[in-house]
């Protein structure tokens, strides 16, 4: 049985497991569902790998208490222009055995040297 990719498009043999192993994301909405298919999975590497290096956290630590589990993925908009993207969503999540929450972002991408990376983003949550 396939195993299902977290961002909800299918296997993650050929969604983002292959951006995961070192494939080259497409465009910003597939770098964007691979880190968030690497949220769900605990791959913080690969986080720090696709976060660009003028804002990324010198640590990344998945680990929360108690801990959280990634429910879904909306994406709203995707919006390229040139080497520079958006990407708005709505991730859903629970932590513990606490209620459902809604983590929603609009993220910003930049491509350089044929790469896409995660700058930052305006996050609203519920």
Request: aromatic share 10%; charged share 30%; proline share 3%.
């Amino acid at each position: 049985m396939a195993d299902a990719c977290p961002c909800g498009r299918g296997d993650y043999a050929r969604c983002c497991g292959p951006l995961h192993a070192g494939a080259i994301a497409a465009d910003a909405e597939a770098l964007m569902r691979s880190r968030y298919s690497a949220y769900a999975r605990g791959d913080a590497e690969y986080l720090k790998a696709t976060w660009h290096a003028s804002t990324r956290s010198v640590s990344l630590d998945l680990a929360t208490d108690p801990p959280m589990r990634w429910l879904g993925l909306d994406v709203k908009r995707h919006v390229a222009e040139g080497d520079r993207a958006t990407v708005q969503f709505v991730a859903r999540f629970r932590q513990g055995g606490g209620r459902a929450g809604r983590l929603q972002e609009t993220s910003r991408f930049v491509r350089e040297d044929g790469r896409w990376y995660y700058v930052d983003g305006d996050v609203s949550g519920d």
